[in-house]
Each structure stands twice: as C-alpha cells, then as structure tokens.
C-alpha cells in the first residue's frame, strides 16, 4: 500500500534555531496536511494545503510556521524560530479528495522533534 | 468544549476475547464523519474504520465495528477477537461537515489498549 513518508524521524534543535520537516505524500494525492502531537497531549490540526495554498491553518499555525511544496512531491513545514514548546511529534498526511465526509487521511510515521 | 472525548486512557483485555473502546462528540453539524486510528509503538497513524452521521448502520472492517448511537453522541469501537499486535494507542476523530468538509480531522485524547496473553 502506498505510504507517506517523513523525514527525519527524529530532529534535535537549539532553541531560536530554524528547522524544517519534510514529507513525501502519496504521489496522487492533492491533499496535504500537518498535526502534531505533544507528549500525553492529543494529537492536533495545524495546516492544511491545496493547489499550492494554505486551505486551512489552526490558532497554533502562527507567523512561525510556514508550509512549502517546493518541487511535485515534497511538502515541508518549516519553524523559523523554534521555542520549547514546539517540541512534539509531527504527523504529515495527505488525501486525494477534500470534498468527500469520508475521506481518510493517510499518516506518515511522524518527526519527532525535540527543541533543547 | 471537547468536540472528541475518549475517558479512558487506558484498556486492558485479554488476548482474543472482545474490548471496546469509549468515543463521545459533540456538534451542532448534521453532517459529520467519525474515524478511528490505531497508533503503534512505531508512531504511525494506520486507518481503522469510518462512520458517517447519515449512514444507517454501525461500520464494521473485519474485526473492527462501530457501535454509532446517534442519539447519544457516541461511536464506540469494538475489537473482537483481540490480538497481541493490536496493543496500540486509538483515536477516535471527527470531521465536521460545512464549509470545511474535508479539511480537518479533531481527534481525541487516545486509550491506550493492551492485549494480555
């Protein structure tokens, strides 16, 4: 079955520091979108992208983040300026249709990133 | 309030006999979907089951159903026959209709399930 995949699975930063987290959705998905997940906490809706355009961002989404489709097949997300409160896992997932109720997400493994 | 409440964090059963898993929401929407995922110690999020607020009857894939009493605003999972690979942690997770159908999924605190041998 196919399968998004995310890279690293694991990201030590400083704090301040910039990090990106890069994902590679199912190749005829159009959907694209980022959660996370903080230790013990639940699992939580940041973005989501379509034709090359944020649809949808949450509250946490702010001015610190941004999300690229650099190329016809990675789709990125990027912390400018890391704070530890950004530590947790990072879930990418993509779907081939948005106008459907029933339309499941397929998940990546997750990048767990630890700020320090 | 919590759209997705799951009250309990932790479930044991054991091997091969049935547990279920606790799912409440809460909206004002008719039209909603209801999802379960199961997450490994590996970290993936892997696609159980699905329930629509006008499907007719309770979802069932495999060994996995959905008690959906509509009335109560409840969604339940059900495994049968447990096995020692399905200890994992399960979200339960809503998609809200309108507007932003399709877009985001609001997921639960997670139980994390244990099968005993």
């Given at each position: 079955e196919p399968e998004v995949t995310q890279t690293p699975s694991h990201q030590v930063t400083q704090m301040g520091q910039e990090v990106i987290l890069r994902c590679v959705p199912i190749?005829?998905?159009?959907y694209f979108y980022w959660y996370r997940q903080i230790l013990g906490q639940k699992v939580e809706f940041l973005v989501s992208f379509y034709n090359n355009e944020i649809s949808e961002k949450s509250e946490?989404?702010?001015?610190?983040f941004s999300v690229e489709r650099p190329d016809g097949s990675n789709f990125t997300l990027k912390i400018r300026s890391t704070k530890l409160e950004d530590s947790a896992m990072y879930f990418c997932a993509s779907s081939?249709?948005?106008?459907?109720?029933n339309e499941k997400l397929f998940f990546g493994s997750g990048t767990q990133l630890s700020v320090l | 309030a919590q759209k997705i409440t799951q009250t309990q964090p932790g479930m044991f059963v054991q091997e091969k006999e049935a547990v279920t898993l606790d799912c409440t929401y809460d909206t004002s929407d008719p039209s909603y979907g209801l999802f379960w995922y199961k997450q490994p110690s590996s970290g993936e999020m892997i696609f159980l089951i699905y329930q629509g607020s006008y499907d007719q009857q309770n979802a069932t894939e495999g060994r996995y159903s959905l008690n959906f009493q509509k009335a109560r605003k409840s969604a339940n999972l059900v495994i049968s026959a447990?096995?020692?690979?399905?200890?994992a942690m399960y979200f339960c997770a809503m998609r809200e209709g309108g507007?932003?159908?399709g877009s985001r999924l609001t997921f639960g605190e997670g139980t994390q399930l244990t099968v005993n041998p």
């Open positions: 190749s005829n998905h159009l946490i989404f702010d001015d610190q081939g249709w948005r106008d459907r109720l | 447990s096995q020692l690979g399905d200890s507007e932003t159908s």
